[in-house]
């Protein structure tokens, strides 16, 4: 999807056709738990090292699923704000048990 074509509900539905993969869905979920511990390790340590090294990591991760997993480009490439604003969306339908339903409404089963 070309950026600034569309709005962000459908690239949150392009996001989610994305990580079709179960396998890539669980690394993003790792990378992003694994980022958040780090900012938050950054915060008490006082050291903002901590914070971009966990965060490279997560990408690292996250973009492997990509290569590996789901056969394609990170969505970050089409529109890094958003792709970064659904990882979180993402995060947190699945921590509270609502992402299934999103995934069904994107066309992914």
Known sequence: MAAGKESFDE???HYLRHHAQGGTRMLHMLCTG???LALLAA???VDPL???AGTALGYVLAWTGH???EGNRPAMVSHPAWAFQCDIRMF????TGQ????LEK???A
């Open 11 to 13: 690239f949150w539905q």
């Open 34 to 36: 694994l980022a958040a």
């Open 43 to 45: 915060i008490i340590t």
């Open 50 to 52: 901590i914070a971009l």
């Open 67 to 69: 290569f590996l997993i």
């Open 92 to 95: 947190r339908l699945w921590i």
């Open 99 to 102: 992402l299934k339903p999103e």
């Open 106 to 108: 994107a066309g992914v």
